[in-house]
């Protein structure tokens, strides 16, 4: 009686911590385009009712799609192998359901302390989110010589990669696979990816800003040579997005390019232009599917779609929360590299144990979100900890580079942001601050920015007419 009256309680929590994220998100953030709300909005649309829908549902698979055709989903395999396999499975649940209800709690905690640290600042990203629609597009920032400079060293950089791997022809040789699922899956297990990590970095977390920076700022300044290499550097990174032969890269690459072209015109988000970005989104993500997997379940492409993204990253979590500590103990800090050489452990990530717990091999993986792997070093406060600081990142993104308005630096960032926030939907907090961008990209524009700051002032020295300002 005790297991059901908890139960039920992590229920009510989960609910009510999604609840009041979604009136924050609505009434605190008024629902503009930020990284801020990008995040919170995107944990609301996975873990919020459709992750409740899928436990609910005790697993079903497509549960709206099939409830729509009128027919029953059948149980999620992975859900039922590690019910069980449980001795204790309602206490699985119980612990995931605090730990997305803290998640909330932490992403929000992190908002208000930013805001309360920095009010100056808050106040004035107020007023220009406010502004925005009002706004032309502006280069706050100039120097885009430096900027052509750069995307062309990164543009070069990029290609060579591709050309000396032969991204092109590892592309044609898995869309030339038809009809075996299992074919396409193994090449894509064999061959996808770059094993350079310098470019992986480079292509997931610099690459996509650079690219919107450059065509905004040659728009604006009239650069017709920033914006022919803004557009060559966005051909190398669709080549590389797509030689991962995975669906998702590519499709938030042009979702990422859909956020950016959305912000030209105006920041807050309507019901009709949410409507028409969801509409795109759909579509790209459709095309995607239907170029990347040949065979599909009952449910055709749609509900595949709709089993990968709403979910699957629901089913992930399980996987971690299943595995741990029920089957093994919190790590403590040893499945973060760092930490576990400082504690003199080997390392070993987590994601391994939890592959080889539940697909026999250490070579699958698990796309389970940010908070997955704070569960697994760090039990409860380490979810509450690294939510607090996944949206303190995103709110100083937004106090640093968009509180001077619609300008074209700041939209990059907010490309770049995006791309981080889907990376802490899928992987580690560490990963989404590096390869995803959250923290790596905002650092590059912080030094692209001073490097022309530095240029410009000395430029204006060089032009002062001698025995002025000695």
Known sequence: MAEVTMLVASYVFTALAICCAAVYLCARLRLFLTATTMLLASLLLIYGPAYLSFLLSSGEKAMLIARLSGSEGGKSVMYSMIQSAS??????????????????????????????????????????????NSQALRDSVGGTRVLLVIAVCLTLFLAWISF????LGTIGSFLSITGDEAARAAFRLNNGGSPNYFYRIAL?????????????????????GLLLVAGLLLVAVLIGKSETLSKAPPAFFLVQLIVAGLLVFRNKLTWRSALVVLSAIILILYVVVRLTISVYDNFGALGFLYYRIFEVPSESALETFGAFPSKYPHTWGANIRPLAA???????????????????TKDATSNALFIADAWVDFSYGGVIVFSALASAACRLIDLIYLVKGKTAVGIAMMTAAFGGVLTLLVSALNTAFLSGGLLLAPLVAGGIVGIIKIMNRNSRLDAKPAGIGT
Do not use: C
């Not at 997931?204 to 017709?224: Q, Y």
């Not at 504690?343 to 990530?349: A, E, N």
């Open 87 to 132: 001795s204790d499975f309602g206490a699985i649940i119980v612990a995931m359901n605090i730990s997305i209800a803290l998640m909330f709690v932490g992403v929000v905690a992190g908002v208000e302390i930013v805001d309360r640290l920095i009010p100056g600042r808050a106040a004035s990203l107020k007023i220009a989110l406010a502004d925005w």
């Open 164 to 167: 000396s791997e032969g991204h």
């Open 204 to 224: 997931g977390a610099v690459a996509p800003m650079l690219v919107v920076w450059g065509l905004l700022s040659g728009w604006v300044n009239r650069s017709w």
């Open 342 to 360: 400082m504690m003199g452990l080997d390392y070993v990530p987590a994601f391994t144990i939890i592959s080889q717990l539940w697909h026999n």
